[in-house]
């Protein structure tokens, strides 16, 4: 625990650059919803002394490291037990109708990664299992021990965009007949037999979209980050901020389209001027999605895929245009 309590939060610097504007000289209330082992959230504490922190995370093991780094803010910092997909009602447990900043540091954590008992490495023997909230839900083993075949093709090819989905798929139903799957090892060793020798020489482990589809499905990542985005931006009072970030396409598109969306006009097109409560709700901090530079990848290697948007909230919604952050009296 020693050692991971070291981990280097990726883009940590311009993640403190983006939200501190909502965040500066005054009683703000921000959510890290990947609250992990505590980086980012001790850096924000430290940062700003007047800050609130509400730290949220689905595995109770990087909770525990979490509450063990950030033992010197309590009373600034409330850890919480659940999905980020729960944050509308965790805020109404804590009497919030808006926040100041929120954080999503989204994907598989490094103490995830690390912990061979997990199963989510494919580097590193271990029990099939892949959840992040170990005290529930099903494994990986169970969705490569039930799926029919054609549910395990879509969410290699919807999941891990794998070329070889269909034979991957294939493979597997044709060997948990013969044994079901356990291991990390067994299913590594399906996947090296089903991709061809010339693709295994490119694009890193044959194995790395295989692992990252069955996590994604075993977790229900991809529906809890759709729910989770927009309910997020909804919770941001007006000069409230918003950063995220993704480490795959499928991540980033779902935060795209979000930001997206609230960032264009309704007003239709032609109209002299804008429709009252049609204008753009949010304003885009970033050009696009920002990468992390050379030096801090090669300090942190997980840095390479992480792609960073951020936005500032500029209106709130007709209905609820009367209503501020900050916590409720």
Same mark, same amino acid.
């Given at each position: 625990?020693?050692?991971? =309590?070291?981990?280097?939060?990726? =883009?940590?610097? #311009?993640?403190?650059?983006?939200?501190?504007?909502?965040?500066?000289?005054?009683?703000?209330?921000?959510?890290?919803?990947?609250?992990?082992?505590?980086?980012?959230?001790?850096?924000?504490?430290?940062?700003?002394?007047?800050?609130?922190?509400?730290?949220?995370?689905?595995?109770?093991?990087?909770?525990?490291?979490?509450?063990?780094?950030?033992?010197?803010?309590?009373?600034?910092?409330?850890?919480?037990?659940?999905?980020?997909?729960?944050?509308?009602?965790?805020?109404?447990? +804590?009497? =919030?109708?808006?926040?100041?900043?929120?954080?999503?540091?989204?994907?598989?954590?490094?103490?995830?990664?690390?912990?061979?008992?997990?199963?989510?490495?494919?580097?590193?023997?271990?029990?099939?299992?892949?959840?992040?909230?170990?005290? /529930?839900?099903?494994?990986?083993?169970?969705?490569?021990?039930?799926?029919?075949?054609?549910?395990?093709?879509?969410?290699?090819?919807?999941?891990?965009?794998?070329?070889?989905?269909?034979?991957?798929?294939?493979?597997?139903?044709?060997? #948990?007949?013969?044994?079901? +799957?356990?291991?990390?090892?067994?299913?590594?060793?399906?996947?090296?037999? *089903?991709?061809?020798?010339?693709?295994?020489?490119?694009?890193?482990?044959?194995?790395?979209?295989?692992?990252?589809?069955?996590?994604?499905?075993?977790?229900?990542?991809?529906?809890?980050?759709?729910?989770?985005?927009?309910?997020?931006?909804?919770?941001?009072?007006?000069?409230?901020?918003?950063?995220?970030?993704?480490?795959?396409?499928?991540?980033?598109?779902?935060?795209?389209?979000?930001?997206?969306?609230?960032?264009?006009?309704? /007003?239709?097109?032609?109209?002299?001027?804008?429709?009252?409560?049609?204008?753009?709700?949010? *304003?885009?901090?970033? #050009?696009?999605?920002?990468?992390?530079?050379?030096?801090?990848?090669?300090?942190?290697?997980?840095?390479?895929?992480?792609?960073?948007?951020?936005?500032?909230?500029?209106?709130?919604?007709?209905?609820?245009?009367?209503?501020?952050?900050?916590?409720?009296?």
């Amino acid at each position: 625990m020693a050692g991971s =309590l070291q981990h280097i939060p990726v =883009l940590l610097g #311009r993640s403190l650059e983006l939200l501190g504007p909502a965040l500066a000289g005054r009683q703000a209330v921000m959510v890290d919803a990947t609250v992990g082992l505590g980086g980012h959230a001790a850096a924000l504490l430290d940062a700003h002394p007047q800050l609130t922190l509400i730290g949220i995370d689905r595995d109770p093991q990087a909770l525990d490291a979490a509450g063990e780094r950030l033992r010197a803010y309590t009373g600034r910092m409330h850890l919480v037990h659940a999905v980020y997909d729960q944050l509308p009602q965790i805020l109404r447990r +804590f009497d =919030l109708a808006h926040v100041d900043g929120v954080l999503f540091d989204l994907g598989v954590s490094s103490l995830q990664l690390d912990n061979t008992q997990r199963g989510f490495s494919y580097a590193r023997d271990a029990a099939l299992d892949m959840r992040m909230d170990p005290t /529930t839900g099903p494994t990986a083993a169970d969705v490569l021990n039930t799926y029919a075949q054609r549910d395990l093709r879509r969410i290699l090819q919807d999941y891990g965009e794998e070329r070889f989905a269909g034979r991957i798929a294939a493979a597997v139903v044709a060997q #948990r007949f013969r044994q079901p +799957f356990e291991t990390t090892a067994q299913l590594v060793e399906v996947i090296y037999q *089903n991709v061809p020798a010339a693709a295994r020489r490119h694009g890193g482990h044959p194995a790395k979209r295989t692992f990252q589809a069955l996590r994604i499905e075993v977790n229900g990542e991809l529906a809890a980050l759709h729910a989770a985005v927009p309910a997020a931006l909804d919770a941001l009072a007006v000069g409230g901020r918003f950063v995220a970030l993704s480490y795959h396409s499928l991540e980033d598109r779902i935060v795209k389209r979000a930001l997206a969306e609230l960032s264009t006009s309704r /007003t239709p097109a032609g109209m002299p001027v804008e429709l009252p409560g049609h204008g753009p709700e949010l *304003n885009l901090l970033t #050009r696009g999605a920002e990468q992390a530079g050379p030096a801090e990848i090669a300090a942190n290697p997980r840095a390479a895929s992480v792609r960073l948007r951020a936005a500032q909230r500029i209106a709130l919604p007709e209905q609820s245009a009367s209503s501020q952050g900050g916590w409720t009296s």
